[in-house]
């Protein structure tokens, strides 16, 4: 008997994650239940040690975790969410049944037990789960509950508690030995690793080139339609039986590798010898090979596969991806978008293989359903593929969708649908051309080509690649009829040359692939993680690229030397392995806990120094504590520093990189240059290094003052160059006495190389007074953040040039007055850049120069530049992404201010009850306890924001 037949005149309280999905779910549900939103998690480890509890002290108080009592996680309700709580509190008391509905995984598992641990419910609880919100499932869901399953709540538990101990305890070492505010985590910083390595292995690629020959051979007949062409393109292979040297014959060095002596590596000047022996040359076939050619479909979406594909094809990051994917599933769309199976229920393979028939006809349809075996090892739980909802699929056009959600919408649907048709089949053929040079030399040239004679799934679905220049499965090459000993005649025959390129960087969907091939972190968590990794500034974005920043360098070289076990790749994916033998039962917790953190045996157990705790070959899991404990050995000065050139050394300083080249003269300074934030670093060369440091940079004097007699400088500065006053030693610089320098942005015509002292000067005396106006009112010229101006009390006035500043005067200025203030806006600037059409508004996206800098613009949405983001070199995929991000996170929400009451009581008329103005001044009263609520809640929540910025950060 289901738990709403037992209470049949009852009131459910069914409590979701999101106000979304309770809206969604609470049309489905009807009269009896009321859906209400925990708005995520509602208890968790304390941020910061203000949070925790007196009665705890020391270690316990900074970690949130008692260590030394078999790891007890110390929990307290998330400031932001007491409200929450107590609303659920008061629906809970009027309520004879609880279902406790969030998602089937162990997030959702552990907020389930939360809240009840919370809520400590006096009446029955369920566990109610589903993997889509349709009618249906939801219905069958309140029917079949099931209890919470403690084995997924501890195993997310020992997650939350791995990730603080790792978080809390070596992000200190960070901040203490590179910079301030700085984070890791147990997958960010093998995933920032990861990153760091592949630009290493650019660092140290070095170039080659080779050539081959492309020639065009023609058969000699007429072509009588496009399947027989009467001419094709092969590439040389062989010269007298040595094969033509490609790019895989060379390594990362530039040289051919080893085991190369039956290769030919082609200069330009061979290549133009060998073509010009050529030029006479009868060629023929030497031989034809055909081979059937079959192609089944791809397996449906996991989280992982999703990620990858609407980065490829969409344009979407991982998070953009699941921001998108969360909306779909939650407006009952889509089925649950977090899961590692590529499994469907009988229902939807149903669904699937109609809407095959029923589209393309039963041809498309295979005699019996596929089924796919999931890829990945330990599939966190039982979930179906992500596919369309519902036992019918609702066709793009049928849903109503638009903009971003119809696109990620019509993939899934695309990708399921082909899932269950017919494989692609056809011919391959490789046609090999053989001739003869002048000067006797035996050459081979190689041509291959596809046909698709059944194009089966590909009729519906074509996969993307990373690899721009890959070839997709649909393209089709077609080679004429041809068979062994046809003579061909060479109609071109061109020298090419190549270089070899180094390793791509990582995009968010390669990276996505990296680390799920490695089986390092859970699928679930890669969105969030990349996100990490470019908040942190350990990495930001160039194009589609992933580029790790200087101070990711000096990051990934202290963890690999003192902590390189916590960031080697197999032992992150042996910790997953036992987290996943938590959550099976197979292993326990707090004993592994304890290996984790105390090392093998427990507490004060691990031999030797800390850096061999951290680096050794053992089984042991570490001993966390005795490495950030004992940082003897970590010089800061050492990880923070890479060498450029014998004399040329690159410094992740406190303010950022620099690169520094040592005074000759022992005990004077040496030159130091900032380096651009946004410079990758395979892009600093030694060339590029000297340049910096020969360009003017730091102090420059310019002289003193003669007023003063302060010493005038001349510096760069973030914001750009600007001049500034030494102050005498001993000034106060704190206080109310405190003296600040005088300082001035350089104009826009000056820089540091040509500034005088006249012209620094000229710049400290601004503002200047112009005069009076006949009010007596004073009129100054100033330069301001949007240029230069005049000022008259509160009116300002646009000057045409920075020069004014110096000779307007005060007829002029009062002139300027004396025409009207324009209020419109002046005549819009030509875009600076245009990108093309955006593939969502279908409207021409430029970037245009705005008050607060460059933004990229459809007309309807804008978004500003990022900081990695350059005028110059944004593609239109970017600026595409930016106004994605700026339409996904809606409009800016303004507060309004409330206008004081009213005194209405006095307007009323004498017809109105007195019960009405009762009324009237207890709604009145319930608003100002509300208001004062509320921003007693946002106060607290200020609070929080600003003290757990200085804390540690415990994120995967």
Same mark, same amino acid.
């Given at each position: 008997m289901s738990p709403s037949s037992e209470t049949a005149h009852g009131q459910r309280l069914v409590i979701v994650e999101s106000p979304a999905k309770a809206k969604t779910i609470k049309g489905y549900l009807g009269p009896g239940y009321i859906v209400e939103a925990s708005v995520?998690?509602?208890?968790?480890?304390?941020?910061?040690?203000?949070?925790?509890?007196?009665?705890?002290?020391?270690?316990?108080?900074?970690?949130?975790?008692?260590?030394?009592?078999?790891?007890?996680?110390?929990?307290?309700?998330?400031?932001?969410?007491?409200?929450?709580?107590?609303?659920?509190?008061?629906?809970?008391? *009027?309520?004879?049944?609880?279902?406790?509905?969030?998602?089937?995984?162990?997030?959702? $598992?552990?907020?389930?037990?939360h809240l009840q641990q919370v809520l400590k419910p006096k009446v029955p609880v369920h566990r109610m789960v589903f993997h889509e919100i349709t009618k249906s499932a939801i219905q069958e869901a309140v029917a079949n509950p099931r209890q919470l399953n403690q084995r997924l709540v501890d195993a997310q538990e020992t997650r939350r508690i791995l990730d603080r101990l790792y978080g809390f305890e070596v992000s200190p070492v960070l901040w203490k030995k590179v910079m301030p505010k700085l984070s890791a985590g147990r997958v960010q910083s093998v995933a920032t690793r990861l990153v760091v390595e592949r630009e290493r292995e650019r660092m140290a690629f070095r170039s080659a080139s080779y050539w081959d020959l492309v020639g065009t051979f023609g058969t000699g007949r007429t072509a009588a339609d496009a399947a027989n062409p009467e001419s094709f393109g092969a590439r040389l292979i062989a010269v007298d039986g040595k094969r033509i040297a490609s790019g895989r014959d060379f390594g990362q060095d530039g040289r051919l590798k080893a085991g190369s002596a039956n290769t030919l590596h082609l200069d330009e000047q061979a290549a133009r010898a060998l073509a010009?022996?050529?030029?006479?040359?009868?060629?023929?076939?030497? &031989?034809?090979?055909?081979?059937?050619?079959?192609?089944?479909?791809?397996?449906?979406?996991?989280?992982?596969?999703?990620?990858?594909?609407?980065?490829?094809?969409?344009?979407?990051?991982?998070?953009?991806?699941?921001?998108?994917?969360?909306?779909?599933?939650?407006? +009952?769309?889509?089925?649950?978008?977090?899961?590692?199976?590529?499994?469907?229920?009988?229902?939807?393979?149903?669904?699937?293989?109609?809407?095959?028939?029923?589209?393309?006809?039963?041809?498309?349809?295979?005699?019996?359903?596929?089924?796919?075996?999931?890829?990945?090892?330990?599939?966190?739980? @039982?979930?179906? @593929?992500?596919?369309?909802?519902?036992?019918?699929?609702?066709?793009?056009?049928?849903?109503?969708?638009?903009?971003?959600?119809?696109?990620?919408?019509?993939?899934?649907?695309?990708?399921?649908?082909?899932?269950?048709?017919?494989?692609?089949?056809?011919?391959?053929?490789?046609?090999?051309?053989?001739?003869?040079?002048?000067?006797?030399?035996?050459?081979?040239?190689?041509a291959s080509g596809k046909i698709i004679t059944f194009h089966g799934f590909l009729k519906a679905y074509v996969e993307g690649a990373d690899d721009p220049n890959a070839e997709l499965d649909d393209r089709e090459r077609r080679l004429p009829q041809v068979a062994q000993g046809d003579p061909l005649a060479a109609e071109q025959l061109t020298p090419e040359g190549h270089a070899t390129k180094p390793p791509a960087?990582?995009?968010?969907?390669?990276?996505?692939?990296?680390?799920?091939?490695?089986?390092?972190?859970?699928?679930?968590?890669?969105?969030?993680?990349?996100?990490?990794?470019? #908040?942190?500034?350990?990495?930001?974005?160039? #194009?589609?690229?992933?580029?790790?920043?200087?101070?990711?360098?000096?990051?990934?070289?202290?963890?690999?030397?003192?902590?390189?076990?916590?960031?080697?790749?197999?032992?992150?994916?042996?910790?997953?392995?036992?987290?996943?033998?938590?959550?099976?039962? *197979?292993?326990?917790?707090?004993?592994?806990?304890?290996?984790?953190?105390? &090392? $093998?045996? /427990?507490?004060?157990? @691990?031999?030797?120094?800390?850096?061999?705790?951290?680096? /050794?070959?053992?089984?042991?899991? +570490?001993?966390?504590?005795?490495?950030?404990?004992?940082?003897?050995?970590i010089d800061a000065r050492e990880i923070s520093s890479f060498r450029v050139s014998d004399d040329i050394t690159l410094r992740v300083g406190?303010? #950022?990189?620099?690169?520094?080249?040592?005074?000759?003269?022992? &005990?004077?300074?040496?030159?130091?240059?900032?380096?651009?934030?946004?410079?990758?670093?395979d892009e600093l060369t030694v060339e590029l290094a000297e340049e910096l440091l020969a360009s003017p940079s730091g102090d420059y004097e310019l002289g003193p003052d003669p007023v003063s007699g302060n010493q005038l400088v001349a510096k760069k500065g973030r914001f750009g160059p600007y001049v500034t006053e030494i102050l005498p030693e001993g000034t106060p610089?704190?206080?109310?006495?405190?003296?600040?320098?005088?300082?001035?942005?350089?104009?826009?015509?000056?820089?540091?190389?040509?500034?005088?002292?006249?012209?620094?000067?000229?710049?400290?005396?601004?503002?200047?007074?112009?005069?009076?106006?006949? $009010? /007596?009112?004073?009129?100054?010229?100033?330069?301001?953040?949007?240029?230069?101006?005049?000022?008259?009390?509160?009116?300002?006035?646009?000057?045409?040039?920075?020069?004014?500043?110096?000779?307007?005067?005060? *007829?002029?200025?009062l002139a300027i007055y004396a025409q009207p203030k324009q209020r419109g806006r002046a005549a819009a600037a030509p875009p600076l850049?245009?990108?093309?059409?955006?593939?969502?508004?279908?409207?021409?996206?430029?970037?245009?120069?705005?008050?607060?800098?460059?933004?990229?613009?459809?007309?309807?949405?804008?978004?500003?530049?990022?900081?990695?983001?350059?005028?110059?070199?944004?593609?239109?995929?970017?600026?595409y992404e930016l106004l994605a991000e700026k339409r996904a996170r809606g409009p800016v929400k303004k507060t309004a201010k409330k206008a004081p009451a009213k005194k209405a009581a006095a307007k009323k008329t004498a017809t109105k009850t007195a019960a009405k103005k009762t009324t009237a001044a207890a709604k009145t009263a319930a608003k100002k306890t509300t208001t004062a609520k509320k921003t007693a809640t946002k106060a607290t929540a200020a609070k929080k924001t600003a003290a757990s910025k200085t804390t540690a950060t415990d994120e995967g």
């Open positions: 995520g998690h509602i208890r968790d480890l304390p941020s910061t040690a203000a949070e925790v509890p007196d009665k705890y002290t020391g270690e316990v108080r900074r970690l949130g975790v008692d260590v030394d009592h078999d790891f007890a996680p110390i929990y307290v309700v998330n400031a932001d969410k007491k409200s929450q709580v107590s609303k659920l509190k008061s629906l809970l008391a *009027e309520s004879d049944e609880l279902f406790l509905a969030t998602d089937e995984d162990r997030e959702g $598992e552990a907020i389930a037990w010009a022996a050529l030029e006479q040359t009868a060629f023929s076939v030497r &031989g034809v090979e055909s081979k059937p050619y079959r192609r089944s479909p791809y397996a449906p979406f996991r989280t992982t596969t999703l990620q990858q594909e609407a980065s490829r094809k969409l344009g979407f990051g991982a998070k953009r991806t699941m921001q998108v994917a969360q909306k779909l599933y939650e407006n +009952g769309f889509i089925t649950y978008m977090r899961t590692d199976s590529t499994t469907l229920s009988d229902t939807a393979v149903s669904a699937a293989r109609a809407q095959v028939t029923q589209l393309y006809g039963a041809d498309y349809l295979p005699d019996a359903p596929r089924t796919y075996a999931s890829k990945v090892k330990n599939a966190q739980e @039982a979930h179906e @593929a992500v596919r369309p909802s519902g036992d019918r699929f609702r066709t793009p056009a049928e849903t109503g969708l638009s903009g971003d959600d119809f696109r990620l919408y019509e993939l899934i649907w695309m990708r399921t649908v082909a899932s269950q048709m017919k494989d692609a089949v056809g011919q391959s053929v490789t046609v090999k051309v053989a001739g003869r040079s002048a000067d006797g030399r035996d050459v081979e040239f190689s960087r990582y995009t968010e969907a390669s990276l996505v692939k990296e680390l799920e091939d490695r089986e390092i972190g859970r699928p679930s968590t890669y969105a969030s993680i990349i996100d990490t990794i470019i #908040g942190r500034r350990y990495v930001f974005k160039k #194009g589609t690229a992933l580029v790790p920043s200087f101070l990711s360098f000096a990051v990934v070289n202290l963890l690999e030397k003192h902590f390189g076990r916590l960031v080697d790749y197999d032992f992150t994916a042996k910790m997953e392995d036992d987290l996943d033998r938590i959550a099976a039962g *197979e292993a326990q917790s707090v004993p592994w806990l304890k290996r984790f953190y105390f &090392g $093998e045996g /427990g507490e004060g157990a @691990a031999a030797g120094g800390a850096a061999e705790a951290g680096n /050794g070959d053992g089984d042991h899991l +570490g001993g966390l504590k005795e490495l950030v404990t004992d940082l003897g050995a406190r303010y #950022g990189p620099y690169v520094e080249r040592a005074s000759e003269v022992e &005990g004077e300074p040496g030159q130091r240059a900032d380096i651009p934030d946004e410079l990758p670093p610089k704190t206080g109310k006495n405190a003296v600040k320098p005088r300082t001035a942005s350089l104009f826009k015509t000056m820089s540091l190389d040509t500034v005088t002292l006249e012209d620094a000067l000229k710049l400290l005396s601004l503002p200047r007074v112009v005069g009076v106006d006949q $009010e /007596g009112v004073e009129i100054t010229a100033q330069n301001g953040r949007y240029g230069p101006y005049l000022k008259r009390g509160t009116d300002s006035r646009s000057l045409a040039d920075e020069d004014q500043l110096f000779t307007v005067t005060l *007829e002029e200025a850049k245009e990108l093309g059409t955006d593939p969502v508004s279908e409207r021409p996206v430029v970037v245009k120069d705005g008050r607060f800098g460059p933004y990229v613009t459809d007309g309807e949405t804008n978004a500003t530049l990022r900081k990695d983001d350059a005028v110059e070199t944004i593609t239109p995929e970017r600026g």
